[in-house]
T-cell receptor
């Protein structure tokens, strides 16, 4: 099992450009998440999908959109990138959000630089 | 006040030392607690869950104090491979889907 995979690993964008970050999991998990990690800030939830067909905003959704393409895949789109979106983006999945003691499994991350 | 607060460190300890990290959380209704480990430029990985009665996994011991709203992680006989950032993670109930809240991490370097 590959677990959670993310593409691309690195990306450099110019302000105003758009891009989509891809995430896939092969653990048959129902719930998927997108986080960003900035120095000294911890991981912050951008969007999550509790189950296929549903998406909800997290703590910092502005400037992002998501698509839960199917049970395996959850993409994150930046429509018009801004320097403030320079960060490391992690995708995660779990069996089912809401379960007591639920554990999340993370992908390797995408490092994004917006100039 | 941050929902989950950790001392950022860095903690620099010699091999074989015992080191302890604390973490405080603000939501008294929080239900689940974890320690994750994150190596430099890697993804976070679950180290251990934290149970009310305290739990141990080899050299690692986790404790929860609900009255004072803090969680601790004790590492005994530190190894070079323990060098990483340790994230305190809390699962407060939030609407219909629970979400994890991450501390910003405590950096540990074990020195030879």
């Amino acid at each position: 099992n590959a677990g959670v995979t993310q593409t691309p690993k690195f990306q450099v964008l110019k302000t105003g450009q758009s891009m989509t970050l891809q995430c896939a999991q092969d653990m048959n998990h129902n719930s998927m998440y997108w986080y960003r990690q900035d120095p000294g800030m911890g991981l912050r939830l951008i969007y999550y999908s509790a189950s296929e067909g549903t998406t909800d905003k997290g703590e910092v959704p502005n400037g992002y959109n998501v698509s839960r393409l199917n049970k395996r895949e959850f993409s994150l789109r930046l429509e018009s990138a801004a320097p403030s979106q320079t960060s490391v983006y992690f995708c995660a999945s779990s069996r089912l959000a809401g379960l007591e003691g639920e554990t999340q499994y993370f992908g390797p991350g995408t490092r994004l630089l917006v100039l | 006040r941050k929902e989950v607060e950790q001392d950022p460190g860095p903690f620099n300890v010699p091999e074989g030392a015992t080191v302890a990290f604390n973490c405080t959380y603000s939501n008294s209704a929080s239900q689940s607690f974890f320690w994750y480990r994150q190596d430099c430029r890697k993804e976070p990985k679950l180290l251990m869950s934290v149970y009310s009665s305290g739990n141990e996994d080899g050299r690692f011991t986790a404790q929860l104090n609900r009255a004072s709203q803090y969680i601790s992680l004790l590492i005994r006989d530190s190894k070079l491979s323990d060098s990483a950032t340790y994230l305190c993670v809390v699962n407060p109930f939030s609407g219909s889907a629970r979400q994890l809240t991450f501390g910003s991490g405590t950096q540990l370097t074990v020195l030879p």
